[in-house]
């Protein structure tokens, strides 16, 4: 699902290139109803109309209406002319769906051109009470009407070519106009019979052949967005990849919360940790994108929160300890983490898989819903705990720098590190800290001894992963990233 731009763009450019050197234009296939509709519906062409005024008018979309009265030329319809309306109805009736995942930047409205239908058949066909409801990643059902075949993110696109013309600015460039329609520098120059790419004037016309690529329609300086994964479960990490066609500052805002981009080889990157209790359902995702000289661009869309299936354990707390679960104890605690976790560094010092930071069982998974000495399920196991005897050696998962190494009254003797892009590790329970506030570690370095101090009823590693201030689940960070984010650049020694 993560593609690589150059290979799309290798690929569009080749579907161009053949369509250029067969010379055909594919002409949609406009599949025939057995029985004409008994009463089709007629306007007579008034002043002002054109056919896509009609076709807006009515729901219908040009080309079958062109096609329903054998014009030749759109542009030519003249005063008192009787235009028959295609209806939608009979649009459903001779289509075949294939399915469609909804992109950042897609309006229903803005699929329904790419694929020559209209929003209302696409709303009918996937029974939308409103186009508005639409989410990145909701996977829609698209009527077909002409030979498919899918791009990169798996998405039908239409062979026939959308030409969409575009009017040089000045500062443009051909890469950058090409960037911003998603095609190669080639395709645009080829299609607009440039003889020199670096001689384009303000004002002057070109054509970008649109291939359905589903970033194609960001507004400048969007070139493509990425989120992924979609749905995105409670207690995960999102990954939002950000290309623009000049350099930006970028910030994005989701959960309430302000997300915090890094940049890392002309790309910008953020990762949000979805909070365990976060409800499941949608939610707005807006990203701005401020250029040089101050203007501000902003795409909004939306995301899913899907459920995780969590435990449920009981914790029965010794008497001589309950004392730790004082809520004045718990917000002290809590304030000296906090400040620690919302740490974000702009360079990214991890790679994933992250190290196991000890031998040993895992006895408690994260996320497991808790009830302390009876109490109601309001807490949840933020970590992951390591069976192991006391004085284990404890590693570092990745690299970085720590940030906190002190006694909490929780966590006991405690270990965070700040691995960088928001990304930290904390480590509690310790009988003894290695480290130093301010000290870089290497991934697999030792840093402390497991322990049993603080609230822990016996001797247990508890590792915590947080992302841009939520716990996540660290497990999924011990594992191969193609399995659960398919960011091959984040792996080690990429
Ligand atoms: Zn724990």
């Known amino acids: ?37 008994a009463d089709p519906t007629i306007h007579i062409v008034q002043r002002g109309d054109t056919l896509l005024s009609i076709a807006n008018r009515y729901g219908a979309t040009v080309d079958a209406i062109t096609h329903a009265n054998g014009i030749p030329d759109p542009r030519q319809i003249y005063l008192g002319q009787r235009i028959i309306i295609p209806s939608a109805a009979n649009d459903l009736e001779i289509t075949e769906t294939v399915p469609y995942v909804f992109q950042i930047g897609d309006t229903l409205t803005a699929i329904a051109r790419r694929y020559r239908t209209t929003w209302q058949t696409l709303a009918q066909v996937n029974n939308l009470l409103s186009p508005n409801v639409l989410y990145t990643g909701q996977v829609i059902q698209v009527p077909t009407i002409a030979t498919l075949t899918s791009n990169d993110m798996g998405n039908p696109v239409p062979i026939e070519r959308y030409d969409t013309s575009y009017v040089v600015r000045p500062q443009d460039t051909m890469l950058r106009i090409a960037l911003k329609h998603g095609i190669s520098p080639w395709t645009l120059t080829t299609a607009s019979h440039v003889a020199n790419p670096a001689l384009i004037y303000p004002g002057q016309a070109l054509t970008a052949p649109g291939l359905g690529e589903g970033n194609g329609h960001l507004p400048t300086p969007f070139a493509s967005i990425t989120v992924q994964p979609l749905p995105v479960a409670q207690g995960t990490v999102m990954v939002i990849k950000v290309h623009t ?71 029965d707390v010794p008497a001589g300890r309950t004392n730790l679960l004082d809520p004045v104890a718990i917000a002290r605690d809590n304030e000296r983490l906090n400040m620690a976790r919302r740490t974000f560094t702009p360079e990214r010092l991890w790679d994933i898989p992250f190290e196991r930071p000890c031998v040993g069982s895992i006895s408690a998974y994260f996320g497991s819903h808790r009830s302390y000495n009876g109490g109601p399920y309001t807490s949840y196991h933020s970590g992951i705990d390591f069976r192991v005897p006391s004085g284990t050696p404890i590693y570092a998962a990745a690299s970085g720098t720590v940030v906190l190494a002190e006694p909490l009254t929780l966590w006991g003797n405690a270990v965070v590190i700040d691995h960088g892009w928001g990304v930290l590790t904390g480590y509690g329970h310790l009988s003894k800290i290695e480290v130093e506030i301010g000290q870089h570690v290497e991934r697999g370095e030792l840093i402390a001894r497991a322990g049993n101090t603080g609230l822990s009823t016996g001797s247990h590693l508890h590792w915590e992963t947080w992302v841009n201030g939520a716990s996540v689940n660290g497990l999924q960070w011990l594992e191969d990233p193609s399995t659960w984010l398919q960011v091959e650049w984040l792996a080690v020694g990429g």
Do not use: K
């Open 245 to 315: 066609i000049e350099s930006v500052t970028l910030t994005g805002e989701l959960f309430e919360q302000t997300i915090p981009f890094a940049e890392e080889g002309g790309i910008y990157y953020a990762l949000v940790g979805v909070h365990v209790f976060a409800e499941t359902g949608l939610y707005d995702l807006n990203l701005t994108a401020t250029d040089e000289q101050g203007q501000s661009t902003i795409v909004s869309t939306r995301v899913v929160v899907e459920a995780s299936r969590f435990y449920y354990e009981r914790i």
């Open 1 to 37: 699902m993560f593609w690589r731009e150059s290979t799309l763009n290798q690929r569009l450019a080749l579907v161009v290139a053949v369509l250029f050197l067969i010379g055909c234009h594919v002409t949609p296939i406009q599949a025939q109803s057995a029985d004409p509709p």
